[in-house]
């Protein structure tokens, strides 16, 4: 059974950076695809960035471009999110997903993704 676990969520001001792990376990993900979406309140759970665990070929949301990076450790199977100049927009809860095959149609759809982790709470202080 695939299991997500993220870390590293927080409070801080705008300008200021986190960074977001994300564990994963159960199954050997060479053939999948790493996701970060968030979800504000009050509005849909939009992508964020995502990653082919093979070859490593990432993919952001034009709002976070030059802002969020995202990477992978093969050895400790963690996909990380580091996230610069953050704005109070940013403020969401942030979800680690899986999706086994990428397809270009559908990496940004979160209905893609088979796993999910439980979230981590990010809030952005104007």
């Known amino acids: 059974q695939v299991q997500l676990v993220e870390s590293g969520g927080g409070l801080v001001q705008a300008g200021g950076s986190l960074r977001l792990s994300c564990a994963a376990s159960?199954?050997?993900?060479?053939?999948?695809?790493m996701g970060w979406f968030r979800q504000a309140p009050g509005k849909e759970r939009e992508f964020v960035a995502a990653?082919?665990?093979?070859?490593?070929?990432?993919y952001y949301a034009d709002s976070v471009k030059g802002r969020f990076t995202i990477s992978r450790d093969n050895a400790q199977n963690t996909v990380d999110l580091q996230m610069n100049s953050l704005k109070a927009e940013d403020t969401a809860v942030y979800y680690c997903?899986?999706?086994?095959?990428?397809?270009?149609?559908?990496?940004?759809?979160?209905?893609?993704?088979?796993?999910w982790g439980q979230g981590t709470q990010v809030t952005v202080s104007s």
């Open positions: 990653i082919r665990w093979s070859g490593g070929s990432t």
């Open positions: 159960g199954r050997t993900f060479s053939s999948y695809v």
């Open positions: 997903a899986a999706r086994e095959f990428y397809d270009s149609r559908w990496y940004e759809t979160p209905g893609a993704y088979d796993y």
